[in-house]
């Protein structure tokens, strides 16, 4: 039986608004998939940024992600607007050091695809490449304590499911092979 007053989360507008904030935020699909390239060129020559936005696009499709990045996203805002209790405002505005509450946020992505993403999101993290390196300039006036590492995470989960999925691809064909050559 319906319950007219009963709370009912759209899945599908809560993916939408995921990827327009991210896009209000100054990030793309794409530039994860630049950091998804190179954190498993060496591992996958052959792979295209095309095939990295693809993953991407399979991470922030998971719930989870999306929660985590609307979540960061919104603490980042309320950062910059002033409007979090004392010292949780500075703490965030200022990306504390020791405050490590965005890189938890963060690792709820990475473990979304194994383990292998959690070495991943560390040397993004480290590194800060490529759009890392923008959101986390101090000096742009914008705050993103927690969505610098959301996205790395995204990228990290997305590589990790690109392993996977390589290694799941590699034991078909030699599975095949072997198969063909018992026939003969």
């Not at 719930?63 to 910059?80: K, P, S």
């Not at 799941?168 to 072997?178: D, P």
Request: aromatic residues 6%.
């Amino acid at each position: 039986m319906s319950q007219p007053n009963v709370y009912r989360l759209n899945s599908k507008e809560v993916a939408a608004a995921t990827e327009e904030w991210l896009a209000k935020r100054g990030v793309t699909k794409e530039q994860i998939g630049q950091l998804v390239m190179l954190l498993q060129k060496d591992y996958f020559p052959e792979l295209t940024l095309a095939e990295c936005v693809i993953n991407v696009d399979a991470v922030l499709s998971k719930r989870e992600v999306q929660n985590a990045v609307l979540t960061g996203i919104q603490l980042d805002i309320l950062a910059e607007e002033g409007k979090l209790l004392p010292p949780l405002q500075d703490m965030i505005a200022y990306d504390e050091g020791l405050y490590g509450c965005d890189e938890i946020l963060a690792l709820s992505i990475v473990n979304v695809y194994g383990s292998i993403g959690l070495t991943n999101f560390g040397y993004v993290d480290k590194l800060k490449p490529g759009v890392l390196k923008k959101l986390n300039d101090k000096n742009s006036g914008e705050t993103h304590t927690f969505l610098d590492d959301i996205v790395g995470a995204i990228a990290a989960a997305a590589s990790s499911r690109i392993a996977h999925r390589k290694q799941a691809e590699r034991e078909a064909i030699a599975e095949a092979l072997q198969s063909d050559q018992e026939k003969t």
